[in-house]
Nanobody, 121 residues
């Protein structure tokens, strides 16, 4: 399984961005996508997750109500819609794919390259 993340950029606080995670290879339909982020000096943290069939949406408390996650089954792509962005959302965002049984990074076997999101005030 290979993952290709895209959609990062630099925006002002309050604006929106949508990240995409294109999946190729032989993804397991029982698995899930996860989005994580890592700011300089911080641990990598879970942001949101969704199962292959579109169920099981989960969000970190810090992004609930602002971020949405979805997937396009036909395109094998997961999306992270980020609204009302804040400077503290600045980080490298990673998409991942795996069993996704919990919010830990270890629950995801496959990782894409990161995409930088910078939010200025």
């Amino acid at each position: 399984v290979q993952l290709q993340a895209s959609g990062g950029g630099s925006v002002q606080a309050g604006e929106s961005l949508t990240l995409s995670c294109a999946t190729s290879g032989r993804p397991f339909s029982s698995h899930a996508w996860g989005w994580f982020r890592q700011a300089p000096g911080n641990e990598r943290e879970f942001v949101a997750g969704i199962r292959w069939n579109g169920t099981g949406k989960r969000f970190a408390d810090s992004v609930k109500g602002r971020f949405a996650i979805s997937r396009d089954h036909g395109k094998r792509t997961a999306y992270l819609q980020m609204n009302s962005l804040k400077p503290e959302d600045t980080a490298v965002y990673y998409c991942a794919f795996g069993v996704g049984t919990d919010s830990s990074a270890g629950s995801y076997r496959y990782w894409g390259q990161g995409t930088q999101v910078t939010v200025s005030s």
